[in-house]
């Protein structure tokens, strides 16, 4: 029997943490999450090659979601990253460092978690870039 791929979560509210995980857990996939994203790099520098994609949150305390992104990078250069946002991207995100960090798709609150599937669907179907 093959294993479920593995996707991280990382939200600083705990209840959209386990809303994540919840959905991922039932379309297929196994779910770690974390709502300190300092103890989902620990975890993350420690099993790199273990997730096929994860999930940030931008505005968290002590670490943004696209700081955690830039770590995350330096363990696995190829990992697939969905940043999650409440605020307006136009006005709030940089979209040259959306870049550079290698941000694969953002989804902008609210959304419905049947948007997720089709997104994770297309992210994974990507080839690993040749530039990063």
Partial sequence: ???RPSVMVVDDETEIAELFGRFL??????CNYFTDPQLA????????????????????PGLDGL???RRLRKYNKTIKVILVT???MEENIDNEIVKDVGI????EK???FKEIN???????AEQPSNSR
């Fill in 67 to 69: 700081g955690l992104a």
């Fill in 110 to 112: 609210p959304f419905h």
């Fill in 118 to 124: 089709p997104l994770i669907k297309e992210i994974l």
């Fill in 1 to 3: 029997m093959p294993t």
């Fill in 25 to 30: 857990e039932s379309s297929g996939f196994n």
């Fill in 86 to 88: 409440g605020f307006l």
């Fill in 41 to 60: 790099l620990d975890n993350f520098s420690k099993h790199p090659n273990s997730y096929c994609l994860v999930i940030l949150d931008l505005r968290m």
């Fill in 104 to 107: 694969s798709a953002i989804l």
